[in-house]
């Protein structure tokens, strides 16, 4: 995963696009929840910069990003039902 801040590493490696992850803890706000899971395309990223969170209320969103390497990647978490099985154990 990534942290806000390695704007750098979706510049050079030509990443498709992102999922926002937040902390899925007993700490996590409800800003961060409504946002868990949320996928945008690279060019979204920059331009909605998602993290952090408006409404936030940790002293620091703790949220991060996880890359999406290519179209067809992106198209499968963007679906109706994605499969986040993996992400979530």
Do not use: F, W
């Not at 696009?17 to 929840?33: F, I, K, N, T, Y």
């Not at 703790?62 to 992106?74: F, V």
């Amino acid at each position: 995963m990534v942290v806000e801040g390695d704007e750098e590493l979706y510049d050079s490696a030509d990443m498709y696009g992102v999922m926002v992850l937040s902390q899925r803890d007993e700490h996590v706000c409800g800003a961060c929840l409504d946002h868990d899971g949320t996928v945008y395309t690279v060019d979204e990223k920059q331009e909605k910069k998602p993290i952090p969170h408006d409404g936030c209320t940790n002293e620091t969103c703790r949220c991060s990003y996880l890359p999406i390497p290519d179209r067809e990647t992106y198209e499968k978490m963007r679906s109706e039902d994605p499969d986040l099985s993996n992400l979530r154990d």
